[in-house]
């Protein structure tokens, strides 16, 4: 027989409503990075929360309601919570470092946070419909980074006539494959070591040799 939930019908009634939300949108943001938008299913989720697939009704009429939401919540824990730490970094390689801080703080809270923001910016290409502007995570750390680079500039610290979108764009690839890593193949502890080694590349230490 295939494997069912253990618990009854509805809402479970020692949990408080917050909770059992909070509840499917973890199992939720793990299905999806897994399975992707078009196999995973609200009984799939239900399984991986231990609930009942008419309580994830309860909670969200549709799965693209749900997964609109989840696209939204791991935005903000892991970009938008990586711009905000980089604000009071002085230093472009301060910048980025900051903000990779903040995702790999979220990896080690939920390991499926990186994976589900790449998985989601993959299925943004093939559902064009699912992308919102203002949940679009891939263009919100372009912006990131779009900022970053023009407080250097008007710092001083890069030149002025640093070819502003080329450079962007290349840092924009490297963050992302550092979710890629962050979500599928390292851990946090190795993400750390990494997100270091990075730092000293990108200020030029990595060929200093010590007298």
């Known amino acids: 027989m295939p494997h069912t939930a253990s618990r009854g019908p509805g ?3 020692a949990a408080k409503a ?3 939300r ?3 949108l973890q199992a939720a943001r793990q299905v999806f990075s897994e399975l992707g938008y078009d196999a995973a299913t609200f009984q799939a989720i239900a399984i991986r929360a231990d609930l009942t697939r008419p309580a994830i009704n309860h909670y969200f009429a549709s799965k693209r309601v749900l997964y609109q939401e989840l696209v939204e919540q791991t935005n903000s824990m892991v970009v938008a919570a990586g711009a905000d730490r980089a604000q009071s970094a002085t230093s472009l390689v301060d910048r980025l470092v900051a903000f990779i801080s903040a995702a790999v703080q979220a990896d080690e809270k939920d ?3 990186a994976a589900f923001l790449v998985t989601a910016v993959l299925e943004s290409q093939r559902h064009p419909e699912l992308n ?3 949940n679009d995570s891939l263009e919100a750390s372009r912006q990131f980074v779009g900022w ?3 407080q250097s500039i008007n710092s001083g610290e890069l030149r002025t006539d640093t070819d502003v979108p080329s450079l962007v764009e290349m840092l924009v ?3 992302w494959g550092m979710s890629f890593y962050a979500g599928f193949v390292g851990d946090s502890d190795g993400l750390e070591r990494i997100t270091e080694q990075l730092k000293l ?3 030029q230490k990595l060929w200093e040799f010590q007298a």
Do not use: F, G, W
Request: glycine content about 0%; hydrophobic content about 45%.
């Open 22 to 24: 909070e509840r499917i």
């Open 148 to 150: 970053a680079v023009t």
């Open 111 to 113: 390991r499926s946070a």
């Open 132 to 134: 919102q502007a203002k």
């Open 18 to 20: 917050a909770e059992t």
């Open 173 to 175: 690839a490297v963050l």
């Open 201 to 203: 590349l990108l200020q």
């Open 11 to 13: 809402r479970p009634p």
